[in-house]
């Protein structure tokens, strides 16, 4: 990782900084590859620390966190913020996949195994707890992805006076990317549901409600019959 | 194991006893038997200061007088707050910092003994206890030109107790 | 083996974080607890001060920075023993035991690890302030319940 990590910050009083002044903005390492010059399979099973991952994700929250409205506006950006992860790693991890299975995905089931497997291997090392479909017959649109210990919400104690806050709206937010790219247009939202008797051994287990957008189920129903 | 210094204080906050085993120098190993004990009981006089470079900006070092006030109130303070927290039965016994450990004894009369010593020195509670009955008693309180009281030190640094402490605390090392 | 209770103690010496976990020492009301939290910081501040050595050997290699005097680490007592963690940052960490506990330093160097992930990794908290961390109180809980039961 460290040959290939993008540029440091140059020392004062090193050559480099004189070097400065010809680009500013962007910096690049003395070898003159940046992170864009990889090959995108190198870097499959490099992992990255998580505590630097928990200050970065703290501070994101807190950025997101100013000058909010309340929780729900919160959560629409975080889940801003997930957005474009979830469109470039769709186009990523497809590029990943063997060439015979290097096809989006066209069913509904088909995407969101897509979404608990390979999107949750790749983001957490491990797939989902859980896929559902909704039991209510209302709601023939809504799926629902569990996971036990959402990683992104390790290190975060919600205060008691915004209970009604998931952090993990950031993860829901890079779901409804990886739906919206492939030609599911959906809203996906994050839910705390570790209360009461589950609560006792995943108090932090999460739900993520993927509801799509009804012209989805209809097509979807469609190409059910043929 | 090594003394450093040794303070009486009695029920009225006053020091009436203070004694330093200057050493100057630190033994490299830890090991060496070179405690020379520059025995002194007067307050005035610190142990010898090698000139503190200009770049090291530490405190001037204290007066003994200011270290023996400033020994006062650490275990006062601990004191109170070990009975608040324990109880009014507990006592403190010591405390240990990275370079020293202080013993600390309290008699029923309110009479506080304290010792530093070097932070591997094990429980030296009943050393002090010693120094309080056969010690202290003996050649303080049992001595008919001793006042009652010891306003300043007045009548504690005597030769006969001078001389057992030195002989006591080398003994005991 | 018996782990009394936690005190955390910021840096301006302000009680940021107090919790039981036996029976053992006297309840104090919140206010004695601020008190004593002042108190122990004013008496590890002398107590740096009162280092009867004077260290030669940092005078003697003038380029390498001399290890600060460190306040107090233990503190015993008849009934309990108290360990004390000082951090670079000068947040310390008060941990009540009882008198002959073993191995206190590794419990107080765990304790600080999951301050470090479940209070400082937190979004939430703001720095030097007292510590209301749900997830920070019940992984100390897991930690500390099975040693207070062996």
């Known amino acids: 990782m460290a040959s290939s990590q993008p540029a440091k910050p140059p020392l004062i009083g090193q050559p480099s900084s004189a070097q400065r002044g010809s680009q500013p903005g962007l910096r690049y390492p003395a070898s003159g590859k940046t992170i864009y010059h990889r090959p995108l399979n190198r870097s499959r099973t490099q992992e990255l620390s998580q505590a630097s991952f928990a200050y970065l994700f703290g501070e994101m929250v807190s950025y997101a966190q100013k000058r909010v409205t309340g929780i729900q506006d919160l959560e629409k950006r975080l889940n801003t913020q997930g957005h474009p992860i979830g469109l470039k790693l769709l186009d990523l991890l497809l590029y990943r996949e063997p060439p015979r299975t290097q096809t989006r995905p066209l069913h509904i089931i088909a995407l969101l195994q897509f979404i608990t497997t390979i999107l949750w291997k790749h983001l957490f090392s491990r797939p989902a707890d859980a896929l559902e479909k909704s039991s209510n017959p209302e709601t023939p649109d809504e799926y629902m992805i569990s996971d036990n210990e959402p990683l992104v919400n390790q290190y975060i104690s919600v205060p008691k006076e915004m209970n009604q806050l998931n952090c993990a709206a950031f993860v829901a937010g890079i779901i409804e990317g990886v739906c919206d790219g492939s030609g599911f247009p959906a809203r996906v939202t994050a839910h705390s549901v570790g209360k009461g008797e589950e609560g006792e051994l995943w108090p932090g287990k999460t739900v993520f409600l993927v509801k799509f957008q009804p012209e989805v189920v209809e097509r979807e129903a469609y190409l059910g019959r043929t | ?173 | 083996m018996v782990v009394y209770a936690l005190i955390i103690i910021n840096k301006a010496g302000g009680l940021i974080y107090q919790r039981d976990f036996a029976e053992g020492l006297n309840k104090l009301s919140i206010n004695d607890y601020l008190v004593l939290a002042g108190t122990f910081h004013g008496v590890h501040a002398i107590s740096t001060r009162l280092n009867p050595l004077h260290s030669s050997t940092a005078r003697s290699s003038t380029d390498s920075r001399p290890e600060p005097p460190s306040g107090i680490e233990v503190l015993e007592t008849e009934n309990f023993r108290l360990q004390c963690f000082s951090t670079l940052t000068g947040t310390k960490f008060l941990l009540f035991t009882e008198p002959d506990q073993p191995n206190v330093d590794a419990i107080i160097r765990r304790i600080y690890e999951l301050y470090a992930d479940y209070v400082m990794k937190n979004p939430f908290y703001q720095i030097e302030m007292p510590i209301r961390c749900e997830v920070f109180d019940r992984r100390l809980g897991q930690y500390l319940r099975p040693l207070n039961s062996r």
């Open chain 2, 1 to 173: 194991m090594v003394v450093y210094s040794f303070y009486i204080f009695d029920r009225h906050t006053e020091c009436i006893y203070s004694r330093i085993w200057a050493r100057r120098d630190r033994p490299a190993s830890g090991s060496g038997a070179s405690t020379r004990p520059v025995s002194d009981s007067s307050s005035s006089s610190n142990p010898p200061i090698t000139d503190l470079g200009p770049a090291r900006a530490r405190p001037a070092r204290l007066s003994a007088q200011d270290d023996a006030k400033l020994i006062f109130g650490t275990i006062f303070s601990l004191r109170n707050m070990v009975r608040k927290l324990g109880g009014p039965e507990d006592s403190f016994i010591s405390y240990r910092t990275g370079q020293y450990k202080l013993h600390y004894y309290e008699t029923p009369t309110n009479i506080k003994f304290v010792m530093l010593t070097d932070t591997q020195t094990l429980n030296m509670r009943n050393v002090l206890h010693q120094i309080y009955v056969n010690l202290y008693v003996e050649f303080v309180v049992k001595n008919p030109l001793s006042p009652v009281e010891h306003p300043g030190g007045e009548g504690v640094a005597n030769e006969l107790f001078e001389l057992a402490l030195d002989q006591f605390v080398k003994g005991v090392l």
